[in-house]
């Protein structure tokens, strides 16, 4: 009996407590949404009833004439603003109280992910941003710009090839392996030729290890939020151990070819390795770059350059080819840019138009729903709401992307609302690289491969609509964002 009355009170006082929990931003005076039990707001994405990106959306427009939101990532209370001033606050101004992103996986379970640019906290991140900026200075741009110039010319040739009128095609394929070509040439320093070369390895081992999708992957995710030393105690990690042990000895064997032959290359291996070397002369310097470190930057990058871009251009490409009007604009200053001579790097910053369109794709399909940080010492909003350390706060570019007050007519494809002429972009509203000294660094690297390939690929094809595409687009319900049923379209000879 007395077994029975301690299990139904135990039971009445979690249930209170975690129902108090989810509270948290009522008690503060803050509207919040209406969370489930254990999971917080995460039921939806979970069970794959929704998007990540429609359903921070869906949050976002709970409460229009709020200037912050509350939600629940599991019991977690998280605040997401939706004011763009508070964005600044916090992100620049008051960046010192928010330097970090929340944890993501224990650092000693995945050893290779934890070391890189995204998960690194403190001095530590504030280290390695400095070491590892220097790579994309407008020189070392110029110098990386041939390559993706290269790996655009090889992709084109070798559609060029095909006699058919219209091919179809999966452009996420295609542009995956455009990226993978560019970010092996440009942070590895490997020559591979993916559309010719459908089974190399170097690709094959870049999507095992970027596919965070299905099931399995959720349950790791879920777990991840839940309890991160989970892995650590099943020994158990969030990369793919057959693709990262990959990686790391192509990295090894490419330093250790570079040490012996003295090879220099424009790239991120080598700026580290210099680093490295600096540290070997002044062994009391505080900068301590270990082959660990140099692993894991290049493969942060090579997760932003194989996924990320290659995703927003695969939406690019299906606002191309449901928008011809655009496409035919954009071909026209492609084809006149033509006539002046050899593409080089100034010439395709000076292609306005295209500039404008691949705005408006990062716009549409911003590579990430929103970003978050990590509050690291006490914080008061607007005078009254209390923030306490390692409380996350998210900015949530999706829905802000979306928003009819700050870009009208939104689901609209429309490259002149960043005609530079207009200047009708309210300030910090327009997000897709992050905001403050958190923001990505490789933005200058993203946009050069998106208009590069562009370049060449609408100087030879029109992008057309086929029976296997799917209008209008359906997200898909993982956590990644992509299309439910691929990227289908054609590739028309002009």
Not at 6 to 33: D, E, P
Not at 224 to 253: H, M, N, R
Not at 268 to 284: G, N, R, S
Request: with cysteine; hydrophobic share 40%; aromatic share 14%.
């Amino acid at each position: 009996m007395i077994f029975i009355f301690v299990t139904i009170a135990f039971f009445i006082t979690l249930w209170w407590y975690l129902s108090w929990s989810l509270n948290h931003w009522t008690r503060m005076g803050v509207k919040q949404t209406r969370p489930w039990l254990i999971v917080g707001d995460s039921f939806p994405t979970l069970f794959g009833q929704i998007s990540v990106p429609e359903f921070i959306q869906s949050i976002y427009n709970l409460y229009p004439n709020e200037k912050y939101v509350g939600l629940y990532n599991f019991q977690s209370p998280v605040l997401m603003f939706r004011d763009p001033e508070l964005f600044k606050e916090i992100a620049i101004k008051d960046f010192d109280h928010f330097t970090d992103h929340a944890p993501f996986v224990d650092p000693e379970a995945d050893p290779l992910w934890s070391k890189n640019l995204l998960s690194l906290k403190g001095e530590r991140w504030k280290e390695i941003r400095n070491i590892v900026s220097p790579v994309f200075i407008s020189s070392k741009m110029k110098l990386m710009f041939d390559l993706i110039k290269e790996n655009s010319e090889d992709l084109v040739n070798y559609f060029q090839e095909n006699n058919e009128e219209i091919m179809e095609l999966d452009m996420n394929d295609l542009v995956n392996r455009f990226a993978n070509d560019v970010i092996a040439s440009a942070a590895f320093g490997l020559k591979v030729n993916s559309s010719r070369e459908k089974e190399n390895r170097f690709y094959l081992m870049g999507k095992q290890l970027t596919n965070f999708r299905g099931l399995l992957n959720s349950i790791k995710f879920v777990l991840l939020q839940v309890y991160p030393k989970f892995f650590k105690i099943v020994g158990s990690s969030l990369l793919d151990k057959e693709a990262g042990k990959f990686f790391s000895d192509i990295i090894g064997d490419t330093i250790k070819m570079r040490e012996e032959k003295n090879i220099v290359r424009p790239d991120v291996i080598h700026i580290l390795m210099e680093a490295q070397k600096k540290q070997a002369e002044a062994p009391t310097g505080k900068i301590n770059i270990s082959n660990l470190d140099i692993a894991s930057q290049c493969l942060i990058f090579f997760f932003a350059g194989f996924d990320t871009i290659s995703t927003s251009l695969s939406f690019g490409m299906y606002e191309l080819a449901t928008n011809p009007d655009v496409q035919n604009k954009l071909r026209e200053e492609i084809l006149e840019t033509i006539k002046t001579g050899p593409l080089t790097y100034d010439t395709l910053l000076q292609m306005r138009y295209l500039d404008m369109v691949v705005s408006e794709m990062l716009r549409k399909w911003p590579q990430f729903p929103f970003l978050d940080r990590v509050c690291t010492k006490p914080y008061v909003v607007d005078k009254k709401i209390q923030i306490k350390p390692n409380s996350e706060v998210w900015i949530p570019i999706y829905a802000l992307h979306r928003d009819p007050q700050y870009f009208p007519d939104p689901d609209k494809f429309n490259p002149e609302r960043f005609d530079p002429k207009k200047n009708t972009i309210t300030p910090y509203t327009y997000l897709p690289f992050g905001l403050g000294p958190r923001s990505c660094i490789g933005n200058r690297f993203a946009i050069m491969e998106m208009k590069s390939f562009l370049f060449h690929l609408l100087s030879k094809y029109e992008i057309v609509p086929t029976e296997k595409t799917s209008i209008p687009l359906v997200l898909s319900k993982n956590i990644q964002l992509g299309a439910e049923n691929g990227f289908w379209m054609g590739l028309k000879r002009i």
